[in-house]
């Protein structure tokens, strides 16, 4: 069955650092999220990805965050100056459709640790 | 926008119990509610969903409700069993675009033997 993947699963940097976190959707998908989860609390919504630009994006979602489809593969997300509240689990997800209608597959994670 | 509220927020049963797990969304656009199982330190994965087109939808051991008027959604799980402990998230679609799903902010189910 095909799966969302992601790397690195565990990361551990230094406040400041810059991250990139990296997805590869499932191949016939055609929508892209990122979502984070802070330890012990609900899954939040970051951003969206449909058709190379961003479709929507949170509050969360500022200018230290970027995110790129650089290939047809591989869907990353980059935080440019880490800071300790950054600390949490990040999901890549994907979906056919938008999730107005259509089933999000979400990867295993990236548990992004800031000292 | 859309917002979620997910109640409890834990519930423990005896195994064979039933489980109940209630939301409601403000977004009245939203037309979307799917919800996810996660395990410790696993990703959350979709255990059923309904669209606003339906009431009510069953899947063996689970079945969710959806009353539209009132926004909100519920989680059934009949006929526990220790392996459905875990932490459930509701989620709706925010009505926008792309309708991006809004999660609540989870029940941790634990199901004693």
């Known amino acids: 069955e095909p799966e969302v993947t992601q790397t690195p699963s565990h990361q551990v940097t230094q406040m400041g650092q810059e991250v990139i976190l990296r997805c590869v959707p499932i191949?016939?998908?055609?929508?892209f999220y990122w979502y984070r989860q802070i330890l012990g609390q609900k899954v939040e919504f970051l951003v969206s990805?449909?058709?190379?630009?961003?479709?929507?994006k949170s509050e969360i979602f500022d200018d230290q965050f970027s995110v790129e489809r650089p290939d047809g593969s591989n869907f990353t997300l980059k935080i440019r100056s880490t800071k300790l509240e950054d600390s949490a689990m990040y999901f890549c997800?994907?979906?056919?459709?938008?999730?107005?209608?259509?089933?999000?597959?979400f990867g295993e994670g990236s548990r992004l640790t800031v000292l | 926008g859309e917002n979620v509220e997910q109640h409890p927020s834990t519930l423990s049963v005896q195994e064979g119990d039933s489980a109940v797990i209630k939301c409601t969304y403000s977004d009245s656009a939203s037309n979307y509610f799917p919800w996810y199982k996660q395990e410790l330190g696993k990703r959350p994965q979709l255990i059923i969903d309904i669209r606003s087109n339906v009431g009510e939808k069953k899947d063996q051991r689970i079945a969710v409700t959806l009353n539209k008027t009132a926004k909100h959604f519920s989680l059934h799980i009949t006929e526990t069993q220790p392996e459905d402990s875990a932490v459930y998230f509701c989620a709706a679609s925010d009505g926008g675009s792309q309708g991006n799903l809004i999660f609540g902010k989870g029940t941790k189910l634990s199901v004693k033997p």
């Open positions: 191949s016939n998908h055609l929508y």
């Open positions: 997800a994907s979906s056919v459709t938008s999730g107005r209608a259509g089933e999000l597959f």
């Open positions: 990805f449909y058709n190379n630009e961003i479709s929507e």
